[in-house]
Protein backbone atom coordinates (compact mmCIF):
# COMPACT_ATOMS: atom_id res chain seq x y z
CA UNK A 1 0.00 0.00 0.00
CA UNK A 2 1.78 3.25 -1.28
CA UNK A 3 -0.24 5.91 1.17
CA UNK A 4 0.67 9.19 -0.14
CA UNK A 5 3.31 9.46 -2.90
CA UNK A 6 5.32 12.78 -3.18
CA UNK A 7 7.93 13.47 -6.38
CA UNK A 8 10.77 14.63 -6.45
CA UNK A 9 12.29 14.19 -3.45
CA UNK A 10 14.88 16.68 -4.25
CA UNK A 11 14.69 19.73 -6.13
CA UNK A 12 16.99 22.87 -6.49
CA UNK A 13 15.40 25.95 -8.90
CA UNK A 14 16.77 29.22 -9.62
CA UNK A 15 14.91 32.25 -8.55
CA UNK A 16 11.87 32.85 -11.05
CA UNK A 17 11.58 29.44 -12.11
CA UNK A 18 8.72 27.88 -12.03
CA UNK A 19 8.26 24.05 -11.09
CA UNK A 20 5.10 21.53 -9.79
CA UNK A 21 5.28 19.31 -7.13
CA UNK A 22 3.61 15.77 -7.05
CA UNK A 23 1.55 14.51 -4.71
CA UNK A 24 -0.83 11.19 -5.15
CA UNK A 25 -2.97 9.36 -2.56
CA UNK A 26 -4.58 5.53 -3.54
CA UNK A 27 -6.61 5.83 -0.08
CA UNK A 28 -9.75 7.39 -1.49
CA UNK A 29 -9.47 9.98 0.45
CA UNK A 30 -11.36 13.34 0.14
CA UNK A 31 -9.05 15.40 2.52
CA UNK A 32 -5.80 16.66 1.17
CA UNK A 33 -3.56 19.25 2.01
CA UNK A 34 0.01 20.87 1.67
CA UNK A 35 2.34 21.94 4.47
CA UNK A 36 5.96 23.71 4.00
CA UNK A 37 8.29 23.18 7.43
CA UNK A 38 10.76 25.48 8.37
CA UNK A 39 13.13 25.00 11.34
CA UNK A 40 11.54 26.10 14.58
CA UNK A 41 8.37 27.11 13.10
CA UNK A 42 6.46 23.40 12.72
CA UNK A 43 4.29 23.03 9.72
CA UNK A 44 2.43 25.50 7.93
CA UNK A 45 -0.62 24.76 6.25
CA UNK A 46 -0.09 26.07 2.17
CA UNK A 47 -3.44 25.07 0.30
CA UNK A 48 -5.97 22.41 1.06
CA UNK A 49 -8.83 20.44 -0.53
CA UNK A 50 -11.99 18.75 0.88
CA UNK A 51 -12.78 17.19 -2.22
CA UNK A 52 -12.38 17.30 -6.16
CA UNK A 53 -12.88 20.77 -7.43
CA UNK A 54 -12.54 22.17 -4.06
CA UNK A 55 -9.85 23.84 -2.85
CA UNK A 56 -8.77 26.75 -0.62
CA UNK A 57 -6.15 28.40 1.09
CA UNK A 58 -4.48 27.86 4.17
CA UNK A 59 -1.75 29.99 6.69
CA UNK A 60 0.96 30.89 4.03
CA UNK A 61 -0.27 30.76 0.04
CA UNK A 62 0.91 33.58 -1.29
CA UNK A 63 3.59 32.17 -4.61
CA UNK A 64 1.53 28.71 -4.65
CA UNK A 65 -1.24 26.99 -7.05
CA UNK A 66 -3.20 24.67 -6.33
CA UNK A 67 -5.81 22.38 -8.21
CA UNK A 68 -8.01 18.93 -7.41
CA UNK A 69 -9.03 17.59 -10.91
CA UNK A 70 -8.92 14.26 -9.39
CA UNK A 71 -9.23 12.27 -5.54
CA UNK A 72 -5.82 11.13 -5.80
CA UNK A 73 -3.66 13.66 -6.63
CA UNK A 74 -3.05 17.25 -5.57
CA UNK A 75 -0.33 18.89 -7.38
CA UNK A 76 1.31 22.40 -5.69
CA UNK A 77 2.60 24.75 -8.50
CA UNK A 78 5.21 27.46 -7.32
CA UNK A 79 4.68 30.30 -10.22
CA UNK A 80 7.67 31.67 -9.92
CA UNK A 81 10.21 30.83 -6.94
CA UNK A 82 11.77 32.95 -4.40
CA UNK A 83 14.41 31.91 -1.70
CA UNK A 84 12.13 32.19 0.64
CA UNK A 85 9.93 29.16 -0.64
CA UNK A 86 13.21 26.87 0.63
CA UNK A 87 11.97 24.56 2.63
CA UNK A 88 10.73 20.60 3.32
CA UNK A 89 7.19 20.51 1.63
CA UNK A 90 4.87 18.16 2.87
CA UNK A 91 1.57 16.56 1.25
CA UNK A 92 -0.90 14.37 3.15
CA UNK A 93 -4.49 13.48 3.23
CA UNK A 94 -6.98 12.52 5.53
CA UNK A 95 -10.13 10.07 4.83
CA UNK A 96 -12.92 12.79 6.68
CA UNK A 97 -12.89 16.07 8.45
CA UNK A 98 -10.76 16.05 11.57
CA UNK A 99 -9.32 11.97 10.87
CA UNK A 100 -5.72 12.12 11.52
CA UNK A 101 -3.28 12.84 8.54
CA UNK A 102 -1.31 10.64 6.45
CA UNK A 103 1.99 12.25 5.40
CA UNK A 104 3.89 11.97 2.09
CA UNK A 105 7.39 11.70 2.86
CA UNK A 106 8.23 15.16 1.67
CA UNK A 107 10.21 17.02 -1.08
CA UNK A 108 13.19 19.50 -0.22
CA UNK A 109 13.48 22.44 -2.52
CA UNK A 110 16.48 24.50 -2.56
CA UNK A 111 16.10 28.08 -4.22
CA UNK A 112 18.94 29.80 -4.95
CA UNK B 1 -8.80 31.13 15.57
CA UNK B 2 -7.48 27.79 16.95
CA UNK B 3 -3.41 27.29 17.81
CA UNK B 4 -0.78 24.74 19.37
CA UNK B 5 2.04 25.53 22.09
CA UNK B 6 4.87 23.17 22.66
CA UNK B 7 7.08 25.04 25.29
CA UNK B 8 10.08 22.38 24.85
CA UNK B 9 11.70 22.81 21.87
CA UNK B 10 14.78 20.21 22.97
CA UNK B 11 14.53 17.44 25.58
CA UNK B 12 16.99 14.83 26.26
CA UNK B 13 16.43 12.09 28.32
CA UNK B 14 18.30 9.06 29.56
CA UNK B 15 17.77 5.72 27.66
CA UNK B 16 15.21 3.68 30.31
CA UNK B 17 13.82 6.94 32.05
CA UNK B 18 10.32 8.23 31.68
CA UNK B 19 9.28 11.21 29.03
CA UNK B 20 6.73 13.63 29.33
CA UNK B 21 6.10 15.91 26.09
CA UNK B 22 4.16 19.29 26.72
CA UNK B 23 1.55 20.56 24.80
CA UNK B 24 -1.02 23.20 25.19
CA UNK B 25 -4.14 24.04 22.74
CA UNK B 26 -6.48 26.83 22.77
CA UNK B 27 -9.16 26.36 20.72
CA UNK B 28 -12.83 27.33 21.83
CA UNK B 29 -14.80 24.09 21.31
CA UNK B 30 -13.93 20.74 21.50
CA UNK B 31 -10.62 20.34 20.01
CA UNK B 32 -9.71 16.67 18.42
CA UNK B 33 -5.96 16.66 19.54
CA UNK B 34 -2.91 14.78 17.93
CA UNK B 35 0.38 13.64 18.52
CA UNK B 36 2.76 12.78 15.66
CA UNK B 37 6.20 11.84 15.32
CA UNK B 38 9.06 12.62 12.45
CA UNK B 39 12.33 10.29 12.09
CA UNK B 40 14.40 12.30 10.07
CA UNK B 41 13.88 12.58 6.19
CA UNK B 42 10.73 10.93 6.71
CA UNK B 43 7.11 12.50 7.34
CA UNK B 44 4.97 12.83 10.15
CA UNK B 45 3.39 9.45 11.52
CA UNK B 46 0.57 9.56 13.84
CA UNK B 47 1.37 8.17 17.67
CA UNK B 48 -2.16 8.65 19.08
CA UNK B 49 -5.57 10.60 19.13
CA UNK B 50 -8.19 12.27 21.20
CA UNK B 51 -11.39 12.56 19.90
CA UNK B 52 -13.80 12.23 22.97
CA UNK B 53 -14.28 9.93 25.86
CA UNK B 54 -11.65 8.33 28.09
CA UNK B 55 -9.05 11.27 28.76
CA UNK B 56 -6.28 8.93 29.46
CA UNK B 57 -5.24 7.75 25.42
CA UNK B 58 -2.91 4.66 24.32
CA UNK B 59 -0.81 5.15 21.29
CA UNK B 60 1.53 3.04 19.33
CA UNK B 61 5.41 2.62 20.45
CA UNK B 62 3.93 2.51 24.31
CA UNK B 63 3.09 5.87 24.13
CA UNK B 64 -0.21 7.49 26.02
CA UNK B 65 -1.85 11.40 26.18
CA UNK B 66 -3.86 12.65 28.91
CA UNK B 67 -6.40 15.30 27.30
CA UNK B 68 -7.06 17.69 30.77
CA UNK B 69 -9.48 20.25 29.80
CA UNK B 70 -8.73 22.51 32.60
CA UNK B 71 -5.61 22.86 31.77
CA UNK B 72 -6.02 23.08 27.78
CA UNK B 73 -3.36 20.43 27.42
CA UNK B 74 -2.53 17.19 25.81
CA UNK B 75 0.58 15.65 27.03
CA UNK B 76 2.61 12.85 25.65
CA UNK B 77 3.79 10.18 27.94
CA UNK B 78 6.27 7.10 27.59
CA UNK B 79 7.30 4.90 31.05
CA UNK B 80 10.77 4.03 29.76
CA UNK B 81 12.45 5.80 26.66
CA UNK B 82 14.00 3.84 23.65
CA UNK B 83 17.33 4.99 21.65
CA UNK B 84 14.66 4.87 18.54
CA UNK B 85 12.50 7.31 19.87
CA UNK B 86 14.59 9.88 19.38
CA UNK B 87 13.00 12.21 16.87
CA UNK B 88 10.49 15.01 16.77
CA UNK B 89 7.60 14.98 18.08
CA UNK B 90 4.44 17.54 17.23
CA UNK B 91 1.09 18.35 18.67
CA UNK B 92 -1.64 19.23 16.37
CA UNK B 93 -5.51 19.92 16.84
CA UNK B 94 -8.37 20.16 14.85
CA UNK B 95 -11.84 22.11 15.39
CA UNK B 96 -15.13 21.46 14.47
CA UNK B 97 -16.02 24.57 11.93
CA UNK B 98 -13.10 24.90 9.95
CA UNK B 99 -12.76 22.22 7.21
CA UNK B 100 -10.21 19.58 9.02
CA UNK B 101 -7.82 22.23 8.83
CA UNK B 102 -4.67 20.87 11.17
CA UNK B 103 -2.91 23.52 13.10
CA UNK B 104 0.95 22.26 14.44
CA UNK B 105 2.79 23.37 17.32
CA UNK B 106 6.46 23.83 16.31
CA UNK B 107 7.40 20.50 17.27
CA UNK B 108 9.94 19.11 20.52
CA UNK B 109 13.21 17.40 19.57
CA UNK B 110 13.70 14.34 21.55
CA UNK B 111 17.61 13.22 21.74
CA UNK B 112 18.05 10.28 24.03
CA UNK B 113 21.39 9.48 26.05
CA UNK B 114 22.83 6.04 26.20
Known amino acids: NAGVTQTPKFQVLKTGQSMTLQCAQDMNHEYMSWYRQDPGMGLRLIHY???????DQGEVPNGYNVSRSTTEDFPLRLLSAAPSQTSVYFCASGGVVRSPLHFGNGTRLTVT | AQSVTQPDIHITVSEGASLELRCNYSYGATPYLFWYVQSPGQGLQLLLKYFSGDTLVQGIKGFEAEFKRSQSSFNLRKPSVHWSDAAEYFCAVVGDTNAGKSTFGDGTTLTVKP
Open chain 1, 49 to 55: SVGAGIT
